[in-house]
């Protein structure tokens, strides 16, 4: 369960296990509104900008920004900045990460680095061993072709 638990470290997507019509959901960033040229709805319907959208680099800036213009304000962290390799969502917040939920025993280690040894795995299982396989049966069926000729 320590392996899911790193390789889910939100637990996100959500599984819906205990629905009878059960689905994997995730925020998908408004697709949709976005290909409008629209604000994500989370986004534009905050009137106070909790939430703000734009490349990582624009967001960081204001973040960086915002603890720098506020001392005391907030913690001098930016969640998601190095967890799991920086994430694509970032908090601030004035409470110290640990005592709002949030997980903090999280590596630097981006996740599909844990996981590039496990593919390549099963790249191997699902390329090579069909292969060998195939050509260990038709070996055998050549050899047993040919055993039947001879008596
Ligand atoms: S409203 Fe916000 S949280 Fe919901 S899907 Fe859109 S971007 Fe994601």
Redesign the pocket.
Same mark, same amino acid.
């Given at each position: 369960m320590q392996v899911l638990h790193d390789l889910l470290p939100f637990e996100i997507p959500k599984f819906e296990y205990d629905s009878a019509n059960p689905r994997v959901k995730k925020?998908? +960033?408004?697709y949709s509104?976005l290909k409008e040229n629209k604000l994500?709805?989370?986004?534009e319907a905050c009137p106070r900008e909790a +939430?703000l959208f734009g490349t990582r680099r624009a967001v960081m800036d204001i973040a960086k920004e915002r603890i720098y213009q506020n001392p005391g304000k907030y913690v001098r962290q930016i969640y998601g900045e190095r967890e799991v390799g920086g994430t694509g969502w970032i908090y601030l917040s004035k409470a110290p990460f640990s005592e709002i939920g949030f997980r903090t025993d999280l590596s630097e280690i981006p996740v599909p680095d844990r996981t590039k040894g496990f593919l390549f795995g099963v790249a191997q299982v699902l390329l090579i061993w069909p292969v060998f396989l195939l050509g260990l049966s038709m070996a055998r069926k050549k050899k047993e072709g040919g055993s039947e000729g001879k008596e």
């Open positions: 925020c998908q +960033l408004c509104r994500p709805a989370c986004v +939430l």
